[in-house]
């Protein structure tokens, strides 16, 4: 956590600054025209606002409040930084735990300059931190991802947040699969949730379903839970600036972050509803007392699905969610669900138990939310006899290894691991 991110030079700072200083924005075309002049490289192509433009066309009421003060707040955090001084944001390393410690009143700022494309990723282990492609993709999906973003500036207006984002990024020393068979802790509740919603779990550990470069497609087409959480909680954005890539015994977990609208559906249904007001309750300095933890899973899109159900690609998972699930001081139960089960292709019901696993090791409480997924309609009555028979870790994670060569997307796994072992060989005469 040595290196510092520093975008601006003093004469691109002085360069933004006689642009942004009292810029007349009074419609789309306008802001067009201003993003593209403060672009960092003069070669860079014009990026098309085509859905600001579905946006405040499709809800000529809403026009009113997005031009004459969402907009114009954007603007003046932008123009607030670069008049700061010269601002840096300090860097996580890969490989390496550490945390960097935000003041959320400078968050919107370092977000307007995301919109307005005027920062290169600090890195090639980066995600990419320009908001183009959603500026310009008018699919209903995508325009309610930019509404969501938007709200940050209504609800701050020229103002400031109180309190701070911490970003964290923790790691662990992996375990072979023997060593997981000498873990005694003892498997912890869990709690399923079949309608409810992994961000209304107050005081929980809330799971992140991320990309291994935060964020994942939240400023391109990506509309799954990561992204869609990220746009109702967009200071999250702000951490894609100092987060490089994880590897895989790593996670980051996010402290403070706020929600400011919500939404309805997902994926390509997905619908901005309107401005939220965050119920989590407060520290003393303001921060919101959220935390998210950020775990990606294994992408099977492109490989083998049944790769999945061998002792290495298990292995890998619950040491991915051991480095989210991290014991600490509080001990917060993880609320989580469907991990890597959606757009990645896994099996819920295998990264169920996993992340059950990687929980109780931790002594970590679960609340699961399964989202309606078959797969794991049966969780609850699961994890009461499996408790009941297996008892630790180590008992249920020998149970899974012993089950896991007959297991497909399709086999019945809970019942298969509660079922009988066979029948033991008669010795041969």
Same mark, same amino acid.
């Given at each position: 956590?040595?290196? #510092?991110?520093?975008? %601006?030079?003093?004469?691109? /700072?002085?360069?933004?600054?006689?642009?942004?200083?009292?810029?007349?924005?009074?419609?789309?075309?306008?802001?067009?025209?201003?993003?593209?002049? #403060? /672009?960092?490289?003069?070669?860079?192509?014009?990026?098309?606002?085509?859905?600001?433009?579905?946006?405040?066309?499709?809800?000529? +009421?809403?026009?009113?409040? @997005?031009?004459?003060? @969402?907009?114009?707040?954007?603007? =003046? =955090?932008?123009?607030?930084?670069?008049?700061?001084?010269?601002?840096?944001?300090?860097?996580?390393?890969?490989?390496?735990?550490?945390?960097?410690?935000?003041?959320?009143?400078?968050?919107?700022?370092?977000?307007?300059?995301? #919109?307005?494309?005027?920062?290169?990723?600090?890195?090639?282990? =980066?995600?990419?931190?320009?908001?183009?492609?959603?500026?310009?993709?008018?699919?209903?999906?995508?325009?309610?991802?930019?509404?969501?973003?938007?709200?940050?500036?209504?609800?701050? !207006?020229?103002?400031?947040?109180?309190? $701070?984002?911490?970003?964290?990024?923790?790691?662990?020393?992996?375990?072979?699969?023997?060593?997981?068979?000498?873990?005694?802790?003892?498997?912890?509740?869990?709690?399923?949730?079949?309608?409810?919603?992994? +961000?209304?779990?107050?005081?929980?550990?809330?799971?992140?379903?991320?990309?291994?470069?935060?964020?994942?497609?939240?400023?391109?087409?990506?509309? *799954?839970?990561?992204?869609?959480?990220?746009?109702?909680?967009? &200071?999250?954005?702000?951490?894609?600036? *100092?987060?490089? *890539?994880?590897?895989?015994?790593?996670?980051?977990?996010?402290?403070?972050? &706020?929600?400011?609208?919500?939404?309805?559906?997902?994926?390509?249904?997905?619908?901005?509803?309107?401005?939220?007001?965050?119920?989590?309750? /407060?520290?003393?300095?303001?921060?919101?007392?959220?935390?998210?933890?950020?775990?990606?899973? *294994?992408?099977?899109?492109?490989?083998?699905?049944?790769?999945?159900?061998?002792?290495?690609?298990?292995?890998?998972?619950?040491?991915?969610?051991?480095?989210?699930?991290?014991?600490?001081?509080?001990?917060?139960?993880?609320?989580?669900?469907?991990?890597?089960?959606?757009? %990645?292709?896994?099996?819920?019901?295998?990264?169920?138990?996993?992340?059950?696993?990687?929980?109780?090791?931790?002594? $970590?409480?679960?609340?699961?939310?399964?989202? !309606? &997924?078959?797969?794991?309609?049966?969780?609850?009555?699961?994890?009461?006899?499996?408790?009941?028979?297996?008892?630790?870790?180590?008992?249920?994670?020998? /149970?899974?290894?012993?089950?896991?060569?007959?297991?497909?997307?399709?086999?019945?796994?809970?019942?298969?691991?509660?079922?009988?072992?066979?029948?033991?060989?008669?010795?041969?005469?």
């Amino acid at each position: 956590m040595t290196d #510092l991110y520093e975008p %601006f030079s003093n004469v691109r /700072r002085f360069e933004l600054l006689a642009r942004l200083e009292g810029a007349t924005v009074d419609s789309v075309d306008d802001l067009e025209t201003l993003r593209h002049a #403060l /672009r960092p490289t003069a070669s860079a192509p014009l990026v098309k606002l085509d859905a600001l433009r579905a946006i405040v066309t499709d809800d000529p +009421e809403d026009a009113d409040r @997005i031009m004459k003060r @969402i907009v114009p707040a954007l603007l =003046h =955090h932008a123009w607030a930084l670069v008049a700061s001084g010269t601002p840096s944001l300090l860097q996580l390393s890969r490989g390496r735990p550490g945390r960097v410690v935000l003041p959320r009143s400078v968050l919107p700022a370092w977000l307007a300059h995301i #919109l307005l494309g005027t920062l290169a990723p600090p890195s090639r282990a =980066h995600p990419r931190c320009d908001a183009a492609m959603l500026w310009a993709t008018t699919q209903p999906s995508s325009l309610a991802k930019l509404r969501c973003i938007l709200d940050i500036y209504d609800a701050v !207006g020229t103002g400031s947040l109180p309190g $701070r984002m911490t970003v964290e990024r923790t790691g662990v020393n992996l375990r072979t699969a023997g060593q997981w068979l000498r873990e005694a802790a003892p498997l912890t509740p869990v709690t399923v949730d079949s309608r409810g919603l992994i +961000e209304d779990a107050a005081g929980h550990l809330q799971v992140d379903f991320a990309n291994k470069y935060l964020g994942g497609g939240v400023l391109g087409r990506g509309c *799954v839970q990561e992204e869609i959480r990220f746009s109702v909680s967009p &200071e999250c954005l702000v951490a894609m600036l *100092v987060a490089p *890539v994880m590897e895989p015994n790593e996670a980051l977990t996010l402290h403070g972050v &706020e929600r400011f609208s919500q939404t309805d559906g997902y994926a390509l249904s997905l619908a901005y509803v309107g401005r939220f007001t965050e119920p989590a309750a /407060r520290l003393a300095d303001g921060t919101p007392d959220v935390s998210l933890t950020a775990i990606d899973a *294994v992408d099977y899109r492109q490989r083998d699905a049944a790769g999945q159900y061998t002792p290495d690609a298990m292995l890998r998972e619950l040491e991915k969610a051991r480095a989210g699930f991290r014991r600490d001081a509080r001990l917060l139960p993880v609320a989580t669900g469907n991990w890597g089960a959606g757009a %990645f292709g896994g099996d819920a019901a295998l990264k169920a138990v996993l992340q059950w696993l990687a929980a109780s090791s931790q002594g $970590r409480a679960m609340r699961y939310f399964t989202f !309606g &997924e078959a797969r794991v309609a049966g969780l609850g009555p699961f994890v009461s006899a499996a408790r009941g028979r297996f008892g630790t870790v180590a008992a249920l994670w020998h /149970r899974l290894l012993e089950v896991a060569p007959a297991l497909d997307a399709d086999a019945p796994l809970f019942r298969m691991i509660l079922a009988p072992p066979a029948p033991a060989a008669p010795p041969v005469a």
